[in-house]
Protein backbone atom coordinates (compact mmCIF):
# COMPACT_ATOMS: atom_id res chain seq x y z
CA UNK A 1 0.00 0.00 0.00
CA UNK A 2 1.02 3.33 -0.60
CA UNK A 3 1.13 6.22 1.32
CA UNK A 4 -0.34 8.85 -1.28
CA UNK A 5 -3.01 10.32 0.69
CA UNK A 6 -2.40 13.90 1.19
CA UNK A 7 -1.89 14.81 5.08
CA UNK A 8 -3.52 18.20 4.65
CA UNK A 9 -6.77 19.07 4.33
CA UNK A 10 -6.59 21.36 1.58
CA UNK A 11 -9.34 22.20 -0.85
CA UNK A 12 -10.20 19.44 -3.59
CA UNK A 13 -11.53 21.29 -7.50
CA UNK A 14 -15.07 21.11 -8.13
CA UNK A 15 -15.10 20.79 -11.66
CA UNK A 16 -18.96 20.74 -12.74
CA UNK A 17 -21.94 21.62 -10.58
CA UNK A 18 -24.24 21.84 -13.34
CA UNK A 19 -28.32 22.03 -12.87
CA UNK A 20 -30.13 21.85 -15.82
CA UNK A 21 -33.74 23.38 -16.20
CA UNK A 22 -37.07 21.37 -16.24
CA UNK A 23 -38.94 23.07 -18.78
CA UNK A 24 -36.11 23.92 -21.46
CA UNK A 25 -33.40 21.14 -21.68
CA UNK A 26 -30.57 23.15 -23.45
CA UNK A 27 -30.71 26.18 -20.35
CA UNK A 28 -28.33 25.38 -17.42
CA UNK A 29 -26.33 27.09 -14.64
CA UNK A 30 -23.18 26.31 -13.94
CA UNK A 31 -22.74 26.51 -10.13
CA UNK A 32 -18.78 26.20 -8.93
CA UNK A 33 -18.29 29.98 -8.74
CA UNK A 34 -21.05 30.43 -6.19
CA UNK A 35 -20.00 27.08 -4.23
CA UNK A 36 -20.03 27.95 -0.37
CA UNK A 37 -20.22 24.35 0.72
CA UNK A 38 -20.56 20.89 -0.54
CA UNK A 39 -21.30 17.65 1.63
CA UNK A 40 -21.91 14.29 -0.18
CA UNK A 41 -23.03 11.05 1.68
CA UNK A 42 -23.10 7.43 1.40
CA UNK A 43 -24.27 5.19 3.97
CA UNK A 44 -25.13 1.37 4.29
CA UNK A 45 -28.18 2.50 5.95
CA UNK A 46 -29.54 4.80 2.93
CA UNK A 47 -31.09 3.57 -0.38
CA UNK A 48 -29.33 6.06 -1.72
CA UNK A 49 -26.46 8.40 -2.15
CA UNK A 50 -27.34 11.89 -1.30
CA UNK A 51 -25.53 15.66 -1.71
CA UNK A 52 -26.30 19.10 0.11
CA UNK A 53 -25.07 22.27 -1.78
CA UNK A 54 -24.56 25.32 -0.37
CA UNK A 55 -24.35 27.95 -2.82
CA UNK A 56 -24.88 32.26 -3.56
CA UNK A 57 -27.35 32.70 -6.04
CA UNK A 58 -27.20 36.56 -7.92
CA UNK A 59 -29.38 38.23 -9.95
CA UNK A 60 -27.32 37.63 -13.17
CA UNK A 61 -27.28 33.73 -12.67
CA UNK A 62 -29.38 32.87 -15.45
CA UNK A 63 -30.63 35.69 -18.04
CA UNK A 64 -30.14 38.20 -15.98
CA UNK A 65 -32.37 36.44 -13.09
CA UNK A 66 -31.29 34.42 -10.03
CA UNK A 67 -31.03 30.69 -10.38
CA UNK A 68 -34.31 30.23 -8.66
CA UNK A 69 -36.31 32.38 -11.19
CA UNK A 70 -34.10 31.82 -14.47
CA UNK A 71 -34.26 28.00 -14.46
CA UNK A 72 -37.08 28.06 -12.59
CA UNK A 73 -35.63 25.90 -9.68
CA UNK A 74 -38.60 23.88 -8.27
CA UNK A 75 -37.10 20.61 -7.72
CA UNK A 76 -36.46 17.43 -9.66
CA UNK A 77 -33.99 19.33 -12.04
CA UNK A 78 -31.12 16.92 -13.11
CA UNK A 79 -27.56 18.01 -11.65
CA UNK A 80 -23.98 17.08 -12.65
CA UNK A 81 -21.59 17.02 -10.03
CA UNK A 82 -17.79 16.47 -10.62
CA UNK A 83 -14.83 17.12 -8.48
CA UNK A 84 -11.79 15.84 -7.55
CA UNK A 85 -9.12 14.95 -4.43
CA UNK A 86 -5.41 15.56 -3.95
CA UNK A 87 -4.78 11.83 -5.02
CA UNK A 88 -6.39 12.62 -8.23
CA UNK A 89 -9.57 10.14 -7.74
CA UNK A 90 -12.51 11.77 -9.51
CA UNK A 91 -16.40 11.40 -8.14
CA UNK A 92 -18.82 11.90 -11.30
CA UNK A 93 -22.25 11.71 -10.26
CA UNK A 94 -25.84 12.52 -11.55
CA UNK A 95 -28.45 13.28 -9.18
CA UNK A 96 -31.68 15.42 -8.57
CA UNK A 97 -33.14 18.29 -6.67
CA UNK A 98 -35.27 16.79 -4.11
CA UNK A 99 -35.65 19.65 -1.98
CA UNK A 100 -34.89 23.42 -2.14
CA UNK A 101 -34.43 25.86 0.34
CA UNK A 102 -33.91 29.50 0.87
CA UNK A 103 -31.17 30.07 3.65
CA UNK A 104 -31.44 33.39 3.52
CA UNK A 105 -31.94 36.67 1.17
CA UNK A 106 -30.06 39.74 1.05
CA UNK A 107 -30.26 42.60 -1.66
CA UNK A 108 -27.69 41.56 -4.02
CA UNK A 109 -27.26 37.72 -3.18
CA UNK A 110 -29.15 34.75 -1.96
CA UNK A 111 -27.95 31.62 -0.32
CA UNK A 112 -29.47 28.15 -1.22
CA UNK A 113 -29.14 24.82 -0.16
CA UNK A 114 -30.03 22.01 -2.30
CA UNK A 115 -31.03 18.65 -1.04
CA UNK A 116 -29.66 15.75 -3.98
CA UNK A 117 -31.07 12.46 -4.47
CA UNK A 118 -30.46 10.03 -7.08
CA UNK A 119 -33.09 9.46 -9.29
CA UNK A 120 -33.82 6.05 -8.55
CA UNK A 121 -34.88 7.54 -5.64
CA UNK A 122 -37.81 9.58 -6.24
CA UNK A 123 -38.90 7.19 -9.22
CA UNK A 124 -39.51 5.16 -6.36
CA UNK A 125 -42.27 7.01 -5.21
CA UNK A 126 -43.62 6.70 -8.63
CA UNK A 127 -46.69 4.96 -9.43
CA UNK A 128 -45.11 2.88 -12.71
CA UNK A 129 -42.56 1.55 -10.60
CA UNK A 130 -44.82 -0.16 -7.84
CA UNK A 131 -43.86 -3.94 -7.53
CA UNK A 132 -46.94 -5.87 -8.91
CA UNK A 133 -46.10 -8.69 -10.17
CA UNK A 134 -45.11 -12.54 -8.46
CA UNK A 135 -41.42 -13.02 -7.98
CA UNK A 136 -40.35 -16.51 -7.88
CA UNK A 137 -36.57 -17.91 -6.94
CA UNK A 138 -33.45 -16.62 -5.43
CA UNK A 139 -33.70 -13.22 -3.71
CA UNK A 140 -30.35 -12.00 -5.43
CA UNK A 141 -32.10 -12.47 -8.40
CA UNK A 142 -35.33 -10.58 -7.05
CA UNK A 143 -32.66 -7.80 -6.63
CA UNK A 144 -31.53 -7.57 -9.90
CA UNK A 145 -35.15 -7.68 -11.55
CA UNK A 146 -36.28 -4.79 -9.18
CA UNK A 147 -33.66 -2.69 -9.73
CA UNK A 148 -33.67 -3.17 -13.48
CA UNK A 149 -37.37 -3.51 -14.64
CA UNK A 150 -38.84 -1.64 -11.96
CA UNK A 151 -36.50 1.64 -11.26
CA UNK A 152 -34.82 1.22 -14.88
CA UNK A 153 -31.50 1.63 -13.21
CA UNK A 154 -28.56 1.71 -16.06
CA UNK A 155 -26.00 1.76 -13.29
CA UNK A 156 -23.65 -0.84 -12.51
CA UNK A 157 -24.89 -3.43 -9.63
CA UNK A 158 -22.70 -5.42 -7.61
CA UNK A 159 -25.50 -7.84 -6.02
CA UNK A 160 -24.03 -10.94 -4.10
CA UNK A 161 -25.63 -13.87 -4.62
CA UNK A 162 -27.77 -15.67 -1.98
CA UNK A 163 -27.98 -19.45 -0.83
CA UNK A 164 -31.83 -18.96 -0.55
CA UNK A 165 -35.31 -18.65 -2.95
CA UNK A 166 -38.15 -16.98 -1.79
CA UNK A 167 -41.47 -16.35 -3.71
CA UNK A 168 -43.71 -13.78 -3.25
CA UNK A 169 -46.43 -11.24 -4.73
CA UNK A 170 -45.24 -7.47 -4.97
CA UNK A 171 -48.55 -6.33 -3.99
CA UNK A 172 -48.06 -2.71 -5.46
CA UNK A 173 -45.23 -1.98 -2.61
CA UNK A 174 -42.55 0.12 -3.71
CA UNK A 175 -39.24 -1.28 -4.51
CA UNK A 176 -37.15 0.08 -2.33
CA UNK A 177 -39.20 -1.05 0.71
CA UNK A 178 -39.27 -4.60 -0.39
CA UNK A 179 -35.52 -4.72 -1.17
CA UNK A 180 -34.36 -3.69 2.50
CA UNK A 181 -37.68 -6.84 3.73
CA UNK A 182 -36.12 -8.98 1.02
CA UNK A 183 -32.03 -8.42 3.06
CA UNK A 184 -33.27 -9.84 6.21
CA UNK A 185 -34.50 -12.80 4.48
CA UNK A 186 -31.14 -13.40 2.57
CA UNK A 187 -29.04 -16.12 3.79
CA UNK A 188 -24.83 -15.64 1.76
CA UNK A 189 -23.70 -18.00 0.27
CA UNK A 190 -20.17 -17.64 1.40
CA UNK A 191 -21.62 -19.32 4.79
CA UNK A 192 -21.81 -22.87 3.31
CA UNK A 193 -23.94 -23.84 6.21
CA UNK A 194 -27.54 -23.00 6.16
CA UNK A 195 -28.74 -21.67 9.70
CA UNK A 196 -25.11 -20.50 10.69
CA UNK A 197 -25.74 -16.84 9.30
CA UNK A 198 -27.57 -14.51 7.15
CA UNK A 199 -28.47 -10.51 6.93
CA UNK A 200 -28.03 -8.52 3.67
CA UNK A 201 -27.53 -4.56 3.16
CA UNK A 202 -29.03 -2.86 0.23
CA UNK A 203 -27.50 0.68 -0.67
CA UNK A 204 -25.65 2.89 -2.90
CA UNK A 205 -22.36 4.23 -3.50
CA UNK A 206 -20.79 6.68 -6.84
CA UNK A 207 -20.21 3.41 -8.28
CA UNK A 208 -23.14 2.01 -8.25
CA UNK A 209 -25.81 -0.15 -6.59
CA UNK A 210 -24.73 -3.31 -3.69
CA UNK A 211 -26.75 -6.34 -2.55
CA UNK A 212 -23.93 -6.93 -0.08
CA UNK A 213 -24.00 -9.50 3.04
CA UNK A 214 -22.54 -8.55 6.78
CA UNK A 215 -20.24 -11.59 6.24
CA UNK A 216 -19.37 -10.75 2.82
CA UNK A 217 -18.50 -7.28 3.58
CA UNK A 218 -16.01 -8.80 6.32
CA UNK A 219 -14.56 -11.18 3.83
CA UNK A 220 -13.63 -8.06 1.33
CA UNK A 221 -10.01 -6.94 1.23
CA UNK A 222 -8.76 -4.44 3.31
CA UNK A 223 -8.87 -1.05 0.93
CA UNK A 224 -6.97 1.05 2.95
CA UNK A 225 -5.01 1.19 6.48
CA UNK A 226 -5.68 4.47 8.81
CA UNK A 227 -3.60 5.26 11.68
CA UNK A 228 -4.36 8.11 14.69
CA UNK A 229 -0.99 8.57 16.50
CA UNK A 230 0.24 11.31 18.93
CA UNK A 231 3.07 12.27 15.97
CA UNK A 232 2.84 14.76 12.81
CA UNK A 233 4.46 11.44 11.01
CA UNK A 234 2.80 8.67 8.74
CA UNK A 235 4.34 5.13 10.11
CA UNK A 236 5.34 2.94 6.93
CA UNK A 237 2.60 0.62 5.28
CA UNK A 238 -0.36 3.07 6.30
CA UNK A 239 -2.31 4.81 3.58
CA UNK A 240 -3.61 8.16 6.01
CA UNK A 241 -3.19 9.37 9.19
CA UNK A 242 -6.53 10.27 11.23
CA UNK A 243 -6.99 14.16 11.87
CA UNK A 244 -9.77 13.32 14.38
CA UNK A 245 -11.01 10.20 16.15
CA UNK A 246 -14.00 9.23 18.73
CA UNK A 247 -14.17 6.22 19.65
CA UNK A 248 -17.54 4.28 20.86
CA UNK A 249 -18.13 1.25 22.59
CA UNK A 250 -22.04 0.46 21.61
CA UNK A 251 -21.98 -2.28 24.05
CA UNK A 252 -25.19 -0.74 26.04
CA UNK A 253 -25.90 -4.28 28.14
CA UNK A 254 -29.86 -3.61 28.53
CA UNK A 255 -30.44 -2.92 25.20
CA UNK A 256 -28.02 -5.61 23.67
CA UNK A 257 -30.02 -8.14 25.83
CA UNK A 258 -33.44 -6.93 24.66
CA UNK A 259 -32.87 -7.71 21.57
CA UNK A 260 -31.23 -10.52 21.27
CA UNK A 261 -27.51 -9.42 20.41
CA UNK A 262 -26.20 -12.96 21.60
CA UNK A 263 -28.69 -15.20 22.46
CA UNK A 264 -32.26 -15.80 20.53
CA UNK A 265 -35.44 -18.25 20.65
CA UNK A 266 -37.79 -19.40 17.87
CA UNK A 267 -41.00 -21.10 18.34
CA UNK A 268 -42.22 -22.27 15.14
CA UNK A 269 -45.74 -23.47 14.29
CA UNK A 270 -46.90 -25.28 11.20
CA UNK A 271 -50.83 -25.18 10.54
CA UNK A 272 -50.53 -27.55 7.47
CA UNK A 273 -49.26 -30.21 10.40
CA UNK A 274 -49.66 -28.93 13.94
CA UNK A 275 -45.79 -29.43 14.14
CA UNK A 276 -44.38 -27.36 16.67
CA UNK A 277 -40.35 -26.38 17.20
CA UNK A 278 -38.27 -24.43 19.64
CA UNK A 279 -35.12 -22.96 18.26
CA UNK A 280 -32.23 -22.01 20.74
CA UNK A 281 -29.33 -20.61 19.64
CA UNK A 282 -26.54 -18.67 20.67
CA UNK A 283 -23.31 -16.30 19.02
CA UNK A 284 -20.77 -19.35 20.26
CA UNK A 285 -23.62 -21.85 18.43
CA UNK A 286 -23.05 -20.39 14.89
CA UNK A 287 -19.47 -18.31 15.09
CA UNK A 288 -17.74 -21.58 13.11
CA UNK A 289 -20.37 -20.10 9.81
CA UNK A 290 -19.88 -16.61 10.43
CA UNK A 291 -17.02 -14.14 9.80
CA UNK A 292 -15.92 -11.78 12.52
CA UNK A 293 -13.92 -8.51 12.32
CA UNK A 294 -11.68 -9.22 14.90
CA UNK A 295 -11.07 -11.95 16.82
CA UNK A 296 -13.84 -12.79 19.14
CA UNK A 297 -17.17 -11.50 20.55
CA UNK A 298 -17.55 -10.09 24.07
CA UNK A 299 -17.45 -11.37 27.14
CA UNK A 300 -20.19 -10.97 29.15
CA UNK A 301 -20.02 -11.03 32.65
CA UNK A 302 -20.83 -14.79 33.73
CA UNK A 303 -23.28 -13.94 37.29
CA UNK A 304 -26.17 -12.75 34.32
CA UNK A 305 -25.82 -16.13 32.27
CA UNK A 306 -28.95 -18.49 32.96
CA UNK A 307 -29.97 -22.10 32.00
CA UNK A 308 -31.61 -19.91 29.56
CA UNK A 309 -28.96 -18.32 26.59
CA UNK A 310 -31.49 -16.98 25.00
CA UNK A 311 -32.48 -13.12 25.74
CA UNK A 312 -35.29 -12.43 23.08
CA UNK A 313 -37.59 -14.90 21.93
CA UNK A 314 -39.37 -15.05 18.42
CA UNK A 315 -42.83 -16.64 17.17
CA UNK A 316 -43.80 -17.30 13.67
CA UNK A 317 -45.43 -19.40 12.00
CA UNK A 318 -44.53 -22.15 9.41
CA UNK A 319 -45.52 -20.70 5.64
CA UNK A 320 -46.07 -24.88 3.94
CA UNK A 321 -47.57 -24.36 1.00
CA UNK A 322 -47.77 -20.53 0.29
CA UNK A 323 -46.79 -19.69 -3.71
CA UNK A 324 -44.51 -22.83 -4.85
CA UNK A 325 -43.24 -22.19 -8.36
CA UNK A 326 -43.40 -24.38 -11.43
CA UNK A 327 -46.35 -26.12 -12.86
CA UNK A 328 -49.71 -27.06 -11.47
CA UNK A 329 -48.14 -30.52 -10.92
CA UNK A 330 -45.11 -29.16 -9.81
CA UNK A 331 -46.64 -26.66 -7.16
CA UNK A 332 -48.81 -29.58 -5.81
CA UNK A 333 -45.48 -31.69 -5.57
CA UNK A 334 -44.13 -28.74 -3.16
CA UNK A 335 -47.09 -28.14 -1.52
CA UNK A 336 -45.65 -28.97 1.85
CA UNK A 337 -42.40 -27.45 1.36
CA UNK A 338 -41.76 -24.23 3.19
CA UNK A 339 -40.96 -20.74 1.25
CA UNK A 340 -39.69 -18.71 3.47
CA UNK A 341 -36.63 -21.07 5.60
CA UNK A 342 -37.08 -19.23 9.04
CA UNK A 343 -35.60 -21.52 11.08
CA UNK A 344 -31.96 -20.74 8.70
CA UNK A 345 -32.47 -17.24 8.68
CA UNK A 346 -34.85 -15.38 10.84
CA UNK A 347 -32.64 -15.29 14.14
CA UNK A 348 -29.48 -15.38 12.88
CA UNK A 349 -30.48 -12.33 10.78
CA UNK A 350 -31.74 -10.46 13.82
CA UNK A 351 -28.33 -11.25 15.80
CA UNK A 352 -26.18 -10.29 12.80
CA UNK A 353 -27.55 -7.51 12.49
CA UNK A 354 -27.24 -6.27 15.85
CA UNK A 355 -23.59 -7.48 16.53
CA UNK A 356 -22.51 -5.36 13.53
CA UNK A 357 -23.01 -2.47 15.68
CA UNK A 358 -21.49 -3.38 18.66
CA UNK A 359 -18.32 -1.43 18.50
CA UNK A 360 -18.34 2.05 16.36
CA UNK A 361 -15.33 4.39 15.52
CA UNK A 362 -15.36 8.13 13.86
CA UNK A 363 -12.94 9.27 12.16
CA UNK A 364 -11.88 12.56 10.24
CA UNK A 365 -9.23 12.03 7.25
CA UNK A 366 -8.18 14.59 4.45
CA UNK A 367 -10.80 13.97 1.53
CA UNK A 368 -10.24 10.68 0.07
CA UNK A 369 -12.98 10.01 -2.50
CA UNK A 370 -11.44 6.32 -3.49
CA UNK A 371 -13.41 5.44 -0.28
CA UNK A 372 -17.05 3.99 -0.28
CA UNK A 373 -19.79 2.74 2.38
CA UNK A 374 -19.32 -0.85 2.44
CA UNK A 375 -15.66 -0.85 2.20
CA UNK A 376 -13.43 -2.63 4.46
CA UNK A 377 -10.98 -0.55 6.44
CA UNK A 378 -8.06 -1.21 8.68
CA UNK A 379 -7.66 1.43 11.44
CA UNK A 380 -5.15 1.56 14.43
CA UNK A 381 -5.11 4.10 17.61
CA UNK A 382 -2.52 4.36 20.30
CA UNK A 383 -2.77 1.80 23.21
CA UNK A 384 -1.58 2.21 26.61
CA UNK A 385 1.38 0.23 28.07
CA UNK A 386 4.29 -0.80 30.11
CA UNK A 387 6.07 -1.90 26.67
CA UNK A 388 6.77 1.73 24.93
CA UNK A 389 7.52 -0.52 22.01
CA UNK A 390 4.44 -1.63 21.78
CA UNK A 391 1.83 1.38 22.02
CA UNK A 392 -1.14 0.08 19.74
CA UNK A 393 -4.25 -0.84 21.01
CA UNK A 394 -4.98 -4.46 20.31
CA UNK A 395 -8.09 -4.75 21.70
CA UNK A 396 -10.15 -2.22 19.32
CA UNK A 397 -7.20 -1.79 16.17
CA UNK A 398 -8.48 -3.70 13.24
CA UNK A 399 -10.77 -4.07 10.72
CA UNK A 400 -13.89 -1.96 10.43
CA UNK A 401 -16.55 -1.46 7.54
CA UNK A 402 -17.49 1.86 6.56
CA UNK A 403 -20.89 2.28 7.76
CA UNK A 404 -21.33 6.18 6.88
CA UNK A 405 -19.31 8.47 4.72
CA UNK A 406 -19.20 12.52 4.19
CA UNK A 407 -17.11 14.58 2.15
CA UNK A 408 -16.70 18.06 3.28
CA UNK A 409 -16.30 19.83 0.36
CA UNK A 410 -15.65 24.09 0.84
CA UNK A 411 -13.06 26.89 -1.11
CA UNK A 412 -11.18 26.50 1.95
CA UNK A 413 -10.59 22.70 2.42
CA UNK A 414 -11.59 19.26 1.97
CA UNK A 415 -12.13 16.53 4.82
CA UNK A 416 -14.05 13.02 4.58
CA UNK A 417 -15.34 11.54 7.63
CA UNK A 418 -16.04 7.88 8.55
CA UNK A 419 -18.30 6.07 10.54
CA UNK A 420 -16.17 2.39 11.19
CA UNK A 421 -18.24 -0.72 12.86
CA UNK A 422 -17.55 -3.94 13.61
CA UNK A 423 -18.97 -6.55 15.43
CA UNK A 424 -16.01 -8.48 17.66
CA UNK A 425 -13.19 -7.31 19.91
CA UNK A 426 -9.46 -8.10 19.83
CA UNK A 427 -7.04 -6.87 17.25
CA UNK A 428 -6.70 -9.28 13.99
CA UNK A 429 -4.04 -9.16 11.12
CA UNK A 430 -2.65 -6.01 10.88
CA UNK A 431 -2.27 -2.59 8.95
CA UNK A 432 -0.83 -4.39 5.24
CA UNK A 433 -3.01 -7.88 5.22
CA UNK A 434 -6.17 -9.54 6.84
CA UNK A 435 -4.26 -12.54 7.52
CA UNK A 436 -3.97 -13.03 11.57
CA UNK A 437 -1.04 -13.01 13.19
Known amino acids: MSNSTSQKAVPSTVSKLKVFSNKERNKSVDLTNGLVRLMYYESILQDTIKSEVVFADTGNSVDEKSVLEGLPLVGTEDVELEFKDNNNTTLKINLNVNKVTLVNEESISSMIRLNLVSEEFLRNEGGSSRLNVRFDGKISD ?147 GTELAAKELPKLNDKFESDNKFTRTTYKLIDTGVLPSGTTKQQIDKSSEQNYELQQVLNQTIRRYNQLFTGMQTVTIPGDFGLHAGDLIFLDTPGLRAKKEDQLNKEYGGLYIIADLCHYISPEETYTKLNLVRDSFGRKGNHTTNIPL
Open 142 to 288: HIKRILTDFLKTEKKLDIEETNNNYNFIGNNRKPYYVMNWLSKASIPTIAGEKGKTGGFFFFETSEGFKFKSIDGLFKQKQKKSLIHNLTTDLPAGYDTKVLDYQGDNLIRSQEKLNVGTYGTRLVVFDPFNCFYEVIEQTANDSKD
